[in-house]
Each structure stands twice: as C-alpha cells, then as structure tokens.
T-cell receptor
Framework: DQQVKQNSPSLSVQEGRISILNCDYT??????FLWYKKYPAEGPTFLIS?????DKNEDGRFTVFLNKSAKHLSLHIVPSQPGDSAVYFCAAGSGNTGKLIFGQGTTLQVKP | EAGVAQSPRYKIIEKRQSVAFWCNPISGHATLYWYQQILGQGPKLLIQ????????DSQLPKDRFSAERLKGVDSTLKIQPAKLEDSAVYLCASSLDGWVTEAFFGQGTRLTVV
C-alpha cells in the first residue's frame, strides 16, 4: 500500500517559470511533511517541511502548501533555475514515531 | 558538522553471497534509518533505530536481512544470502530525536547483485 504518492514521474519547465510538484497521501495520521531533493550519486538532501497545523511554509524560492482535507501537498519553486534540476521526493510522518515514508519521486528538468 | 558517513560506496557481489554495509550517523543523533532505493522508486524504509533499540523493522526481509546498531551509534546492515532483486542503493539517515523531523542522509551504497 503506497501511503505517499507522487503521480507525475517527470516535469519539464523553462528557466524563470514556476515549477509545481505534487504529492498525495492516504494516512490521516501523518502530521509532518517534508520535501527532499536528490542529485545523481548523492543522498537526498532536506529542502523544506510543513507541520499539519499550517497550510503554507515559505523559504526563499520554495513554498510548500498543505491541503489536509484533500490529503495533498505541493511544492512551488519560483523562479525555477537550471540548478534545480533533480529528483524531488515528498515524505510524510506522524507524531513521535519518527517514521518517514517517501513517495516515488518526480524528476524536474529546468531548461535554460 | 560532519554528515552521515556510509561505506562502501559501491559493491558488486554474486547472488547467494553475503554483504555488509556500515553507517556512522551524525554525532548526537538518536534515530538512525536504513532505506532501500530501487532504481526509479522512492526510498523504502527497512529499519529504524532509536538509540540502540529497534523502533520499526516491519519492512525488513528478516530471512536474509539483519541490522544492528552498536552502542547506539554506528550501524551495520547485512544481507545473507543476496538475491538479484536486492540490487539497489542502500541509504542510511539519522535525525536528532524520536520525533518526526528532517533526517540527514548519507551518500548511499550502490549494491549490484549479479
């Protein structure tokens, strides 16, 4: 059972435009959500997170939106840069378990 | 601050052989994770330690995989015997405490079983 789903395997955008990556989850117990970025031959690196008590968190060019009723979160990158080209994973967890469940990933390509 | 260290970076073995991976988490991090990432998929949690105790190993194929965390610091993950479908990147991560928060990943070990 895939509790965290990223239904778009890939996304291509032009430099300077907005990139929107989507993630859906099924477990209503999840209360903390994260986005990770991964370059080839490297481990995932933390990008941004959001708690279920919020619906938006912003960090520079990166904004994460959470819609709890729809069990959906999204990552917006504005403006997109070629260096943002990577695989993006969303992850979710609940309370004091510390357990993190990852989605399948979306490969973002930002064209110059 | 030193990151999560993993070794080896690459390993090629024949099926039915055994292999071991090593992980040194960030100093002071109580939680340690082992993930398996098969090509084209997201990381799948194999086992989670809190200090030297196992919190979750529900996805660990216990007939062939084993893991331990020595004195609540370093950890080893072993596969014996390996199968072709074990070919994947094995990622170790650590986080500060038992609450769900950002985990820091090592570079991973790429295992190829032939």
């Amino acid at each position: 059972d895939q509790q965290v789903k990223q239904n778009s395997p890939s996304l291509s955008v032009q430099e300077g435009r907005i990139s929107i990556l989507n993630c859906d989850y099924t477990n209503s117990m999840f209360d903390y959500f994260l986005w990770y970025k991964k370059y080839p031959a490297e481990g995932p690196t933390f990008l941004i997170s959001i708690s279920s008590i919020k619906d938006k968190n912003e960090d520079g060019r990166f904004t994460v939106f959470l819609n709890k009723s729809a069990k959906h979160l999204s990552l917006h990158i504005v403006p997109s840069q070629p260096g943002d080209s990577a695989v993006y994973f969303c992850a979710a967890g609940s309370g004091n378990t510390g357990k993190l469940i990852f989605g399948q990933g979306t490969t973002l390509q930002v064209k110059p | 601050e030193a990151g999560v260290a993993q070794s080896p970076r690459y390993k090629i073995i024949e099926k039915r052989q055994s292999v071991a991976f090593w992980c040194n988490p960030i100093s002071g991090h109580a939680t340690l994770y082992w993930y398996q990432q098969i090509l084209g998929q997201g990381p799948k949690l194999l086992i989670q330690f809190q200090n030297n105790g196992v919190v979750d190993d529900s996805q660990l194929p216990k007939d062939r995989f084993s893991a331990e965390r020595l004195k609540g610091v370093d950890s080893t993950l072993k596969i014996q015997p390996a199968k072709l479908e074990d070919s994947a990147v094995y990622l170790c991560a650590s986080s500060l405490d038992g609450w769900v928060t950002e985990a820091f990943f090592g570079q991973g070990t790429r295992l190829t079983v032939v």
